[in-house]
């Protein structure tokens, strides 16, 4: 199975900027879909931001505009790069990659998650 393995997590002030990382030992079948998520406490486990293929993105409404998820193809490495976070953004994130089934992310069994990496953001 894919091996993902982040990094930059950490905290911030309100304002500030974080850029997080997933390293993948994945081949570009399996690593098809990539995403990052969220979770707060209390709260469901939310897609922040996914990329299909190279370059088709989508973003939760609430990082619009602040957010960019991006692919290095040569090193297979995903990043999400975090700016003007609040203190709304402050969560557990996760990397997440997988195949495309049927038309759809997420729905294979060889979908993978990260350890989750933690973001604080202070007021």
């Known amino acids: 199975q894919v091996q993902l393995m982040e990094s930059g997590g950490g905290s911030v002030h309100a304002g500030g900027s974080l850029r997080l990382s997933c390293v993948s030992n994945g081949n570009k079948y399996n690593t098809y879909c990539m995403g990052w998520f969220r979770q707060a406490p209390g709260k469901e486990r939310e897609l922040v931001a996914k990329?299909?293929?190279?370059?088709?993105?989508t973003y939760a409404d609430s990082v619009k505009g602040r957010f960019t998820i991006f692919k290095d193809i040569a090193d297979n490495t995903l990043s999400l790069q975090m700016n003007s976070l609040k203190p709304e953004d402050a969560a557990m994130y996760y990397c997440?990659?997988?195949?495309?089934?049927?038309?759809?992310?997420?729905?294979?069994?060889?979908?993978?998650w990260g350890q989750g990496t933690q973001v604080t953001v202070s007021s």
């Open positions: 997440r990659a997988g195949p495309l089934s049927g038309g759809e992310c997420w729905t294979s069994r060889f979908t993978t």
């Open positions: 990329i299909e293929g190279d370059d088709m993105t």
